[in-house]
Nanobody, 123 residues
Framework: QVQLAESGGGLVQAGGSLRLSCAASERTFSTYAMGWFRQAPGKERELLAAISGNSKIILYANSVKGRFTISRDNAENILNLQMSSLKPEDTAVYYC????????????????WGQGTQVTVSP
């Protein structure tokens, strides 16, 4: 099974930008849909963005649409999340996860998770 590892989190001021990356362990990475989730303390984990294995389907939650961009580089087994216009309410632990392509819009379909990376947005 693929293993995932997020990086790129940190502290940023409101209005700033941050780029998260997720490195996958296997070349079969390209066969999975990939998603970015976040979870703030006391809140449920939220699916923010998803991308199909061939990048032909991309979905965003309303809370991040227009501010965040998901992309992938299958040759390098890397998933990215470019975040801009960050708000304090974006503060959370951010996770990448893998799902079958048929389930990219279903949070319950994501079966493999990274360890998470903290994003903190100061006011």
């Amino acid at each position: 099974q693929v293993q995932l590892a997020e990086s790129g989190g940190g502290l940023v001021q409101a209005g700033g930008s941050l780029r998260l990356s997720c490195a996958a362990s296997e070349r079969t990475f390209s066969t999975y849909a990939m998603g970015w989730f976040r979870q703030a303390p006391g809140k449920e984990r939220e699916l923010l963005a998803a991308i199909s294995g061939n990048s032909k389907i991309i979905l965003y939650a309303n809370s991040v649409k227009g501010r965040f961009t998901i992309s992938r580089d299958n040759a390098e087994n890397i998933l990215n999340l470019q975040m801009s216009s960050l708000k304090p309410e974006d503060t959370a632990v951010y996770y990448c996860a893998a799902a079958p392509n048929s389930g990219l819009n279903d949070p319950k379909a994501y079966h493999t998770w990274g360890q998470g990376t903290q994003v903190t947005v100061s006011p």
